[in-house]
Each structure stands twice: as structure tokens, then as C-alpha cells.
């Protein structure tokens, strides 16, 4: 790649006490850059070419070299995907030296840019760092190296990340000082970082003296007035029938959360490709239908409502390739929540994520079990989509009401949601008025619980994609109601 030096020799490190055969294994080389002798750690990407060098000259300072973006983490490229455990360090120099002195058979990688950059770095190769039983930090033991170790211990679920306290300052001083025994036992030894969670009113005496305040808004006035908004450390669910308009609704929210409120948001949807969601965001905002090809807009307006959206750069999406798997989407959302800042999630639909069958049920627990407990860990709100099952009465495409029960995983779901909303519409009413008006339910308030039972009339304007509140109306009962009624 062009920019780089040219790889050089491995070479025995006396004074850091490494041998070259260590260096030659992981890439460490020794070569001329202006004529002077630097050392070179060669970062490579998933291929295993070269793609960056770090450069440290006689005068200890550094500098990097090619196309970090593309770059694993040091000796990244030599392990295999997963594993009993793999151990961080916080320098080049100290991952030579545990991967030294552990015989090289225990994967070890460090971070390129030291204690600074270390959860950005871990963060953005935080799924492949999950598939390991045990992440073990390695860092300095000084004021940066412990505030980074707190830092990266957030991205991890509780009790993956472990630490390896040492009695100096990092690894190759512990060589250096000829306490090879010590590092050996502290690498053997990591120690499990579980906060208990037991806290006084003394210790929360003063959080407790503030005045609760509102959540975020929705677009939705009235629902904003009953449910006191949205807080983060909340999941809520949706279910509708299909058609019934989950999309609309999430699309409209999604759009008063990036204009109005200014928030980052990100968005999980398995049953569209990220485009189609995009067009119907940008049309939410300009009032158009963009996803749909009827002539009531113009390639001026969806420009400019698109490039908008790119510029304002508060809108990710996840692209999933039709690979649907919870893991993976839980590993993207710690990503988006440490490493950009995003703090509201949308997953449409949850039902993709579970398994099939008799395997449905129990995935969906095991789902909303730690989907209800990241919330909390990462302090971000999601809402979600879920799949409903047949009702025994009316169908939903006739207006038939939502209950919880029937949502599936119901039992998962009413016990982890923090809310539970329905969407109701007649999508076969003869009048068009009905069949464009949509009750929206709330079918579970934890916070106050004082909006439960609450319903809003939703009206949808085929113009401008847009839903509104509307007064309720009474429609005339349909041919099937007073059939029914005759019977």
C-alpha cells in the first residue's frame, strides 16, 4: 500500500527483553524511515495484508502511517474467531510481551492509540471481541490506564470483561524487572469486575432530591400528556396487524425524534432493505410519499429532503443482509451506544430475531430478558415491533382490537415492556374515512399507569404520508356487524 515502509527484519528488543522470534511472529519489524532506525507494529486488515504501520522513533514519539480505518488491532490477524479468552493490552510493546511469555499460544491483541482511544478501538471490533468466553484488560496501571480499563468495561455485558492487575506498571516493565514469575501469575489470574449494586440512601440521597422530569415527547401530543414522554432505560412495544400501519407510526416518530428533538437514532428493520426505510423517513419529513411511485412528488424534493438527512448525520441503520440474529443486532447496538452516541433504537420486527416453532417461545424470553436488562446497562430507549397471533374474533385487517396476549411472547414481552401500545384500523371498511382512521391503544403503562386503557384516533393523509390525532369518531357499523347482530 502506497505510503507505507517497506516491511523490515524482525530483530531482538534487548532492553525490552524480546526475542525475535517473538517480534517475527507478530509483525514487529525494525527498519529505516529517513534514515533513521524505527521500530514499525504492521496492523493489517481481514485479509491479513498491511494496511497501517505505527512508527516509533529513537525519540519515542509516534506516528501512524496508511489506512487505519481499514486496520484490525495489533496481532489481530493471528487468531481465529472465538475462543476461551483473549487478553487487551494497552501498547504494542506489551502484547509482544504477553504473547511472549505465554508461549504464544494465547491470543493476545492491543489497542493502536493507548489508553485514549481504547473503547473507541474496542468498540469498533466489539463483535468479534464477544465471540471470546473472557475478555481480560490488560492496561497501565496508572490514573489513564485504569480510567480507560472503567471506560471499555462498559461495552461488555457484566461479568465478560475481566482485569489483570499488575504490581508495576505494565507487562514489559514487570520483564524488564526480571518478575517474569509475577506477570505470569497476574496473566493467570484476571480478576471478575461485578459492581454489586447494594447502595445506601446516603449513597443516593442527593440523585434521589431531584424533581422528576419528563421524558422525551412523542409527535403525538396526547401521548406525550399521558405517558409523561420517554425515558431512557425503556423498552416498549408495538403490535398491529399486518398493514395496519406499525411502519407509518415508527417512521413519523423516528423523523420528530431527527428534526425536532435533534437525537441520533438508529434503526433496525428486517422486513426492508435500508433504502425503502429511508425514503419513508425523508418522506415523513417532506410530506411526500417517496417510496411510493405515484407522481405526487418531485426528484427536486426527494433530493433535497435525502440530502438533508445525510447532512444532518443522526440517522444509522443496520443492513442485514437477510441475517437476523440477536446477537449480532445486540453487539451493533452496544456499538451505535458507545462509539456514536445513539441513544434511541428502533427494531421492527422483534418476532425476526426469534427462532421458529417451538423454538419461538423460548427465544423471545431469552431476547427480552436481556433486551430488558441493556436498556438499563447502556441507558437508551428502544421501541419495538412485534408479530401478533391469530385473534379468535374479528381479524385485525377488520379493525379487531389488540390485547396482550396476543402478541408474540406475550408473556416475555408483558413482563419486560416498560409500555405496550396496539394499533387498531378496518383496512376492509366500505367508507374510506373509516379505513384510513387508526385507534391507537395503550395497553400497558408501567411508569404511571395512569395511561392505560387510553386510546387515540389516528387519521392517515394518502397526500402527505402523514398520521394526525383526530377526535373520535363513530363509524356505522359494517354489513358483517349488523349480520351479526341479526343472528
Known amino acids: 500500500m502506497a505510503g507505507l515502509i517497506p516491511f523490515g527484519e524482525a530483530q531482538d528488543l534487548t532492553k525490552r527483553h524480546l526475542t525475535e522470534e517473538t517480534c517475527r511472529r507478530a509483525g514487529y519489524t525494525v527498519s529505516r524511515m529517513g534514515g533513521e532506525l524505527v521500530q514499525v507494529a504492521n496492523y493489517r486488515d481481514d485479509t491479513g495484508a498491511i494496511v497501517a504501520q505505527k512508527v516509533r522513533g529513537r525519540d519515542k514519539e509516534f506516528r501512524f502511517l496508511g489506512d487505519t480505518k481499514s486496520a484490525g488491532l495489533f496481532m489481530q490477524h493471528l487468531w481465529r474467531d472465538g475462543g476461551k479468552r483473549i487478553i487487551i493490552t494497552e501498547g504494542e510493546v506489551d502484547a509482544l510481551t504477553v504473547f511472549q511469555e505465554m508461549g504464544y499460544k494465547w491470543p493476545v491483541v492491543s489497542v493502536p492509540n493507548g489508553a485514549q482511544g481504547a473503547k473507541k478501538s474496542l468498540g469498533k471490533h466489539l463483535e468479534w471481541l464477544l465471540k471470546f468466553e473472557h475478555v481480560d ?22 461479568g465478560h470483561a475481566r482485569i489483570i492487575r499488575l504490581p508495576l506498571k505494565d507487562a514489559n516493565e514487570m520483564l524488564q524487572e526480571g518478575r517474569r514469575k509475577e506477570l505470569i501469575d497476574a496473566l493467570w489470574s484476571p480478576v471478575e469486575f461485578r459492581p454489586d449494586g447494594i447502595v445506601t440512601v446516603a449513597d443516593i440521597f442527593d440523585e434521589a432530591m431531584e424533581e422528576p422530569e419528563d421524558g422525551l415527547p412523542w409527535f403525538l401530543d396526547t401521548l406525550t400528556a399521558k405517558t409523561f414522554g420517554r425515558r431512557y432505560g425503556e423498552a416498549v412495544a408495538l403490535g398491529a396487524g399486518t398493514g395496519i400501519g406499525k411502519t407509518d407510526f415508527i417512521t413519523q416518530q423516528i423523523t420528530f425524534d431527527i428534526d425536532v428533538l435533534k437525537k441520533k437514532v438508529a434503526v433496525f428493520a428486517f422486513e426492508q432493505v435500508p433504502k425503502e426505510t429511508l425514503w419513508r423517513i425523508a418522506g415523513k419529513a417532506a410530506g411526500k410519499t417517496f417510496h411510493i411511485p405515484d407522481g405526487s412528488w418531485s426528484k427536486e424534493e426527494k433530493v433535497a429532503a435525502l440530502t438533508k438527512l445525510r447532512d444532518d448525520d443522526r440517522l444509522y441503520f443496520y443492513n442485514h443482509f437477510g441475517a437476523c440474529d440477536w446477537d449480532i443486532v445486540s453487539s451493533r447496538i452496544r456499538f451505535l ?22 423454538e419461538e417461545r423460548g427465544s423471545l424470553e431469552k431476547i427480552m430478558a436481556e433486551l430488558g436488562a441493556l436498556v438499563k446497562e447502556l441507558d437508551i430507549w428502544v421501541l419495538f415491533v412485534s408479530h401478533l397471533t391469530t385473534p379468535e374474533g374479528k381479524p385485525h385487517e377488520e379493525g379487531g382490537r389488540v390485547t396482550i396476549k396476543q402478541f408474540k411472547g406475550s408473556r416475555a414481552i408483558g413482563y419486560w415492556s416498560h409500555f405496550m401500545f396496539g394499533m387498531e384500523r378496518d383496512t376492509q371498511a366500505e367508507d374510506e ?55
Open 433 to 487: 374515512e373509516e379505513r384510513q382512521t387508526t385507534t391507537f391503544r395503550v395497553l400497558k403503562d408501567r411508569y404511571t399507569g395512569r395511561a392505560n386503557g387510553l386510546t387515540i384516533p389516528l387519521e392517515y393523509d394518502t397526500e402527505t404520508g402523514r398520521l394526525s390525532e383526530v377526535e373520535a369518531r363513530a363509524f356505522p357499523p359494517t354489513e358483517t356487524d349488523e349480520e351479526k347482530k341479526d343472528f
Open 137 to 158: 484488560l490488560c492496561f497501565d496501571q496508572d490514573d489513564p490506564g485504569r480510567e480507560a480499563t472503567e471506560a471499555c468495561l462498559e461495552l461488555f455485558p457484566p
Open 337 to 358: 451506544a458507545h462509539t456514536e452516541g445513539v441513544r434511541i433504537f428502533y427494531i421492527d420486527h422483534l418476532t425476526a430475531l426469534a427462532g421458529h416453532g417451538d
